[in-house]
């Protein structure tokens, strides 16, 4: 394991092409601050010997110590302590972990690979260099992303149909040495501050988008790509600072007719293989949900039981149903999880075929429980911010800023009228309300909330995983058995 400085070096050398604002920028400017810090602590905890057994894999390609982000699962045990490990980090650094794109891309285009080979023996070696792609990420503990979703276009529409072939990322021409693609994908997550861009298809594909079956891997500044970023900070705070301030950013990332040799790309126009390589991503990102959407689920519930003991509400019976509804699904969705992986398999459910098995031997999660698991969490978003509105009141929302806690003018008069609770000291009060500010009332929360529901997919691209892969037959049998039917 290399650790973060080697990253920190790594990404702080690479070519400009961040567009922020009207500025092209380095991935040393100061906004990444919070975010870098974020990722920081996946480096850091793996060195810490309390976390050691959960951050750290034996890599099952060079048998050493690898950072557990880096890690294709070779087990259930594997299953469980990415769980574990994704609601450890987030629960200290209060939302997403920003590297669990990367080992979920990584788990899905191994697999992936292995299958999409058997089409043409012989003639291609995606597997193999998929590997050996994989080797060096490993050693070198690289910073992944997944760039899956694309522009899309007229949503009822194919990509070959799309009136602007350009609206998925696509093929344009093929080299002996390569391939160029063009296009773009919307929407990824720290692809800014990537050592790789693995780029994975977004959904179905038919004989004739077999162009848009492309899945490879580059550097985030490879040459004609170009990043168009957001970064979601924080309110800065001057005064009153807090105990860990989390970042993120988020890139839509521009393939102007880029350059991929053969030994970066991992599918080329083999179109059944895109669209189970799409599901695949999804099914290992909805189980990953099942370690970081629980942990939320703990951070909202002590944010609504503080809130609640500030306002001296806490025994109320309204309140504390309350809790007991966030915990249903906090605990719901990490039990989903953890049956999805205590059920792993290397096979996975194939549109038309049903479970067979899939990949080289690696584990893939149960795909109906990854998929119940992240459906009921993420539907539970905004129900929880209502929870959370609901006991706080309105002081979130217009909570006096930093400065007049400490203008001599106003300072005692906006902590004397802000108190409201005799046990809490009123700073501690204060830092309260602005911590609930970030995280209900601000701008990073508002994009944190539409990740919440979209990320891994629609609720109702979860919604079709879940009802067709279910038995849906076996239980009209059940109660054609029961109520004495005869057809
Ligand atoms: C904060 C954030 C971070 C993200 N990070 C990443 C990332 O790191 N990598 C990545 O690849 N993606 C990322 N995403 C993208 C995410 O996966 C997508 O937002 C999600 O898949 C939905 O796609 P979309 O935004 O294009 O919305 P759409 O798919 O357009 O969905 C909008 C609505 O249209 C409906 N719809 C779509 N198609 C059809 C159809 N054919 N018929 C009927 N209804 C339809 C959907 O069900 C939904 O109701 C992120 C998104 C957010 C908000």
Not at 91 to 116: F, L
Not at 158 to 185: A, F, L, M, N, T
Not at 210 to 216: G, L, T
Not at 328 to 350: C, D, H, Q, R
């Amino acid at each position: 394991m290399k650790g973060k400085e080697q990253w920190h070096k790594r990404i702080f050398g690479m070519r400009k092409n961040l567009y922020i604002g009207g500025d092209k920028i380095g991935r040393d400017d100061e906004r990444f601050g919070p975010v870098l810090d974020v990722v920081n602590l996946t480096y850091d905890l793996a060195e810490d010997p309390q976390y050691k057994d959960l951050m750290t894999a034996t890599s099952h390609l060079s048998g050493e110590t690898i950072n557990r982000f880096c890690h294709v699962h070779q087990s259930v045990d594997d299953l469980h302590k990415k769980q574990d490990m994704t609601r450890m980090i987030c629960q200290k650094v209060g939302g997403c972990v920003r590297r669990c794109m990367g080992v979920d891309a990584i788990n899905a285009m191994y697999t992936v690979s292995y299958e999409a080979d058997k089409d043409r023996p012989g003639e291609t070696a995606y597997h193999e260099n998929f590997k050996k792609w994989l080797a060096r990420f490993q050693e070198e503990d690289m910073m992944g992303c997944c760039a899956q979703t694309d522009v899309k276009g007229d949503r009822t529409k194919r990509p070959h149909q799309q009136p602007d072939p350009d609206s998925y990322v696509h093929v344009v021409e093929r080299r002996s040495d390569g391939i160029v693609v063009r296009g773009c994908k919307l929407h990824i997550s720290e692809g800014a501050i990537a050592d790789e861009i693995l780029v994975v298809p977004t959904r179905a594909l038919v004989e004739n988008d077999a162009d848009y079956a492309v899945s490879f891997a580059v550097p985030g500044d490879w040459e004609g790509v170009k990043q168009l970023v957001t970064i979601h900070n924080f309110r800065k705070r001057d005064h009153f600072p807090k105990g860990f301030d989390a970042g993120s950013t988020d890139s839509y990332v521009v393939f102007d007719d880029v350059f991929v040799p053969w030994d970066r790309v991992f599918l080329c126009g083999e179109y059944k293989h895109g669209g189970i390589l799409a599901l695949l991503f999804a099914l290992f990102h909805r189980h990953s949900y099942s370690g970081c959407k629980p942990a939320l689920g703990d951070l909202m519930l002590g944010i609504c039981a503080l809130a609640a003991n500030v306002n001296g509400i806490g025994r109320a019976k309204h309140v504390t149903d309350k809790y007991a509804d966030l915990i249903k699904v906090t605990e719901l969705g990490y039990a989903a999880g953890y049956t999805a992986s205590a059920m792993a398999k290397p096979e996975m459910y194939i549109p038309g075929l049903g479970m067979r098995p899939y990949g080289p031997g690696n584990y893939i999660p149960n795909s109906i429980y990854c998929n119940v698991g992240r459906c009921l969490t993420g539907e539970s978003v905004l129900h929880e911010l209502e929870i959370l509105a609901d006991i706080t009141g309105g002081m979130p929302a217009t909570f006096p800023y930093e400065g007049e806690f400490i203008n001599p003018e106003v300072k005692d008069l906006a902590c004397k009228y802000t108190t409201r609770c005799q046990d809490i000291s009123p700073e501690s009060q204060a830092q309260l309300w602005r911590y609930i500010g970030d995280v209900a009332v601000s701008s990073k929360s508002g994009c944190a909330m539409f990740g919440a529901i979209h990320g891994g997919g629609s609720p109702r691209m979860e919604k079709i995983g879940i009802t067709s892969q279910y038995d849906i037959e076996t239980c009209k049998q059940l109660v054609r058995d029961i109520a004495g039917m005869k057809d």
